[in-house]
């Protein structure tokens, strides 16, 4: 008979590792009778990959930027709904378990980022550090990517946008502030919940809901602008704390805030309803109901438009309590300027122009 399903080893997102929508072949476990099942590997493993580029080109509407830098595949922090998952199979790699364990590090990011940024011709608009994956997962304590791409563009003085949940973040506020000083940084964190428990269901290895709350006051009182973004809400799992999440970040010092409603695209729908099955089995179906109510009666809505919000009732009630307590909050205001400066960019060794 199959084997069943194993329960989620504690600091791990998920215990199942299905194959990806690339795979060429298939194959199932199953129970022989001789209980000598191989328990699925745990410990993180990285590999190395010589990029050929570093800068990801967008054209995204639902997106503020259409650049971006992620020193990392896959991520350990194990975030059960994260988005990025499904891109884990063009490695050959399964979306479950492989991608929080088995890693990839650009290790020539630096060098392949100061190329970019001094091609001739080269327009700066703000990169956005860390999208895909967290450029602050616990895998950047060691490898310092993240930090050697602020360096350069700290030096050619190109605006980042930075977004994470990890407290990681803090160890750089040595060249966060002299960006920040030049309006040159901005930085968003991510804030699902302010319950230690469900954190550590739903994002097993990020930083705890104070910590995230610590580096947006830090930052704040140290000069760098900070935004919250709720994302993702998920329909009766933590939908019911968006006010009291933008409320905490506020007080925090955020001065702009966003949301994303839960995406379930490729293999991910199949790990989020295990997820729920083995954590919230009663209210399983209802959240299920519900997210497919908000994408057309599928897991999934692609669409530029709608992908990031959903559309019927349930996603317009949410959109108008984020409007609401954005006002009352003072989130978003339309005299406050969250622009990065790209007119300082200057690649060391460029004459600088002398108007």
Same mark, same amino acid.
């Given at each position: 008979?199959?084997?069943?399903?194993?329960?989620?080893?504690?600091?791990?997102?998920?215990?199942?590792?299905?194959?990806?929508?690339?795979?060429?072949?298939?194959?199932?476990?199953?129970?022989?009778?001789?209980?000598?099942?191989?328990?699925?590997?745990?410990?993180?493993?990285?590999?190395?990959?010589?990029?050929?580029?570093?800068?990801?080109?967008?054209?995204?509407?639902?997106?503020?930027?259409?650049?971006?830098?992620?020193?990392?595949?896959?991520?350990?922090?194990?975030?059960?709904?994260?988005?990025?998952?499904?891109?884990?199979?063009?490695?050959?790699?399964?979306?479950?378990?492989?991608?929080?364990?088995?890693?990839?590090?650009?290790?020539?990011?630096?060098?392949?980022?100061?190329?970019?940024?001094?091609?001739?011709?080269?327009?700066?608009?703000?990169?956005?550090?860390?999208?895909?994956?967290?450029?602050?997962?616990?895998?950047?304590?060691?490898?310092?990517?993240?930090?050697?791409?602020?360096?350069?563009?700290?030096?050619?003085?190109?605006?980042?946008?930075?977004?994470?949940? !990890?407290?990681?973040? +803090? @160890?750089?506020?040595?060249? *966060?502030?002299? %960006?920040? &000083?030049?309006? $040159?940084?901005?930085?968003?964190?991510?804030?699902?919940?302010?319950?230690?428990?469900?954190?550590?269901?739903?994002?097993?290895?990020?930083?705890?809901?104070?910590?995230?709350?610590?580096?947006?006051?830090?930052?704040?009182?140290?000069?760098?602008?900070?935004?919250?973004?709720?994302?993702?809400?998920?329909?009766?799992?933590?939908?019911?704390?968006?006010?009291?999440?933008?409320?905490?970040?506020?007080?925090?010092?955020?001065?702009?805030? !966003?949301?994303?409603? +839960? @995406?379930?695209?490729?293999? *991910?729908?199949? %790990?989020? &309803?295990?997820? $729920?099955?083995?954590?919230?089995?009663?209210?399983?179906?209802?959240?299920?109901?519900?997210?497919?109510?908000?994408?057309?009666?599928?897991?999934?809505?692609?669409?530029?438009?709608?992908?990031?919000?959903?559309?019927?009732?349930?996603?317009?009630?949410?959109?108008?309590?984020?409007?609401?307590?954005?006002?009352?909050?003072?989130?978003?205001?339309?005299?406050?300027?969250?622009?990065?400066?790209?007119?300082?960019?200057?690649?060391?060794?460029?004459?600088?122009? +002398?108007?």
């Amino acid at each position: 008979m199959p084997i069943m399903p194993q329960p989620t080893p504690r600091g791990r997102g998920t215990a199942s590792n299905p194959h990806n929508r690339f795979a060429p072949t298939r194959s199932e476990a199953y129970d022989d009778g001789w209980e000598q099942e191989v328990p699925p590997t745990r410990a993180t493993e990285v590999r190395s990959e010589t990029a050929k580029t570093v800068i990801t080109r967008n054209q995204s509407p639902d997106v503020g930027f259409d650049r971006s830098v992620n020193p990392y595949r896959g991520c350990e922090h194990g975030c059960i709904y994260c988005f990025a998952r499904p891109s884990h199979a063009y490695w050959d790699l399964s979306p479950g378990i492989d991608f929080e364990t088995r890693l990839i590090a650009k290790t020539n990011l630096a060098e392949r980022l100061e190329q970019e940024l001094s091609k001739p011709g080269y327009v700066p608009q703000p990169i956005a550090l860390g999208v895909n994956t967290d450029a602050y997962q616990p895998l950047e304590r060691e490898q310092r990517l993240t930090r050697q791409a602020l360096e350069i563009l700290l030096r050619y003085r190109h605006p980042v946008h930075i977004i994470t949940k !990890g407290s990681l973040v +803090l @160890r750089d506020l040595d060249l *966060l502030v002299p %960006l920040a &000083e030049q309006r $040159l940084v901005s930085v968003s964190v991510s804030l699902t919940t302010l319950d230690d428990e469900l954190k550590r269901i739903m994002e097993p290895r990020a930083a705890s809901p104070a910590a995230r709350l610590r580096v947006l006051r830090t930052l704040h009182q140290a000069g760098v602008p900070v935004s919250v973004m709720c994302a993702p809400m998920i329909p009766m799992i933590n939908d019911m704390e968006l006010e009291r999440m933008l409320e905490a970040a506020r007080e925090a010092g955020a001065a702009s805030a !966003g949301y994303v409603l +839960l @995406r379930l695209p490729h293999e *991910l729908a199949g %790990l989020f &309803e295990d997820w $729920l099955a083995e954590h919230f089995p009663q209210r399983a179906g209802h959240v299920l109901s519900l997210v497919r109510q908000s994408r057309g009666g599928r897991n999934n809505d692609s669409r530029f438009g709608s992908r990031m919000r959903g559309e019927g009732q349930f996603a317009e009630l949410l959109a108008q309590r984020f409007r609401l307590a954005c006002r009352r909050l003072g989130y978003n205001r339309r005299d406050q300027n969250f622009g990065l400066d790209c007119s300082r960019f200057a690649p060391p060794g460029q004459q600088m122009s +002398l108007l």
